[in-house]
């Protein structure tokens, strides 16, 4: 297992896992944005279950190898649709979802090269 794949793994993990403990405790921020997007708010603690389980999936990833591949896929897709939701109401707020996306490709890449597919 090289270096930079755990490092950026880990560092999916505690990115992924902050956002969904923020979505799943009821904190202000993700219901703002929520109602920004026009998303009705009782999607946001299925949101953050998402978020969840593509956490518990990078980390599962660390020993099931294709945990980590199809955790990482997810949270890819997971973050496409968040940056579309921006754009599609105008919003250029998108740093932090790039971020998140960067990361989560950055894993998939990593861990292709680093353990293959499967």
Do not use: E
Not at 31 to 38: C, I, L, N, P, V
Not at 45 to 59: F, I
Not at 101 to 108: I, K, P
């Amino acid at each position: 297992m090289s270096a930079a794949y755990l490092t950026l793994t880990i560092l999916g993990v505690v990115f992924n896992g902050a956002a969904a403990v923020t979505c799943l405790i009821g904190h202000d921020y993700p219901k703002t944005q929520a109602d920004m997007k026009g998303i009705d708010r009782k999607w946001v603690p299925v949101l953050g279950s998402l978020l969840a389980a593509g956490t518990v999936g990078l980390a599962a990833g660390l020993v099931v190898p294709v945990l980590g591949t199809l955790a990482a896929i997810g949270l890819i897709l997971y973050f496409i649709g968040a940056i579309y939701a921006h754009l599609r109401v105008g919003s250029r707020d998108i740093v932090g979802g790039i971020v998140f996306l960067a990361t989560a490709a950055a894993v998939l890449v990593l861990g292709l090269l680093d353990h293959g597919a499967w």
